[in-house]
């Protein structure tokens, strides 16, 4: 089995930046495509990040390209999420997810571990 834990969140002014965490315990860490999900209060959760067994293989949401940048170390298991010039709109808990055949990566039902969520919260 596969184990996610996050870290990395908080409150910061709009223009600010977070780096999240997401460190991973188990097999096969480094042939896992990784993922980085949002989900703001009254909204369904949507697709923010992935990053294939190559960290050259990425993958953005339209509403973070050019400010978040994932990434991932296999030496240490974890992903990162690399957040800059943050928006009110970036608001949300922020979930990251792993699976071993992901095909699709921005459906959130193609990842078979999630981790328990990370709050960010952005003034204006």
């Known amino acids: 089995q596969v184990q996610l834990v996050e870290s990395g969140g908080g409150l910061v002014q709009a223009g600010d930046s977070l780096r999240l965490s997401c460190a991973a315990s188990g097999r096969t860490f480094s042939t896992y495509t990784m993922g980085w999900f949002r989900q703001a209060p009254g909204k369904e959760r949507e697709f923010v990040a992935a990053?294939?067994?190559?960290?050259?293989?990425?993958d953005y949401a339209d509403s973070v390209k050019g400010r978040f940048t994932i990434s991932r170390d296999n030496a240490k298991n974890t992903v990162y999420l690399q957040m800059n010039s943050l928006k009110p709109e970036d608001t949300a808990v922020y979930y990251c997810?792993?699976?071993?055949?992901?095909?699709?990566?921005?459906?959130?039902?193609?990842?078979?571990?999630w981790g328990q969520g990370t709050q960010v919260t952005v003034s204006s």
């Open positions: 990053i294939r067994s190559s960290e050259d293989i990425t």
């Open positions: 997810a792993t699976g071993r055949w992901v095909l699709v990566t921005t459906a959130p039902s193609r990842y078979d571990y």
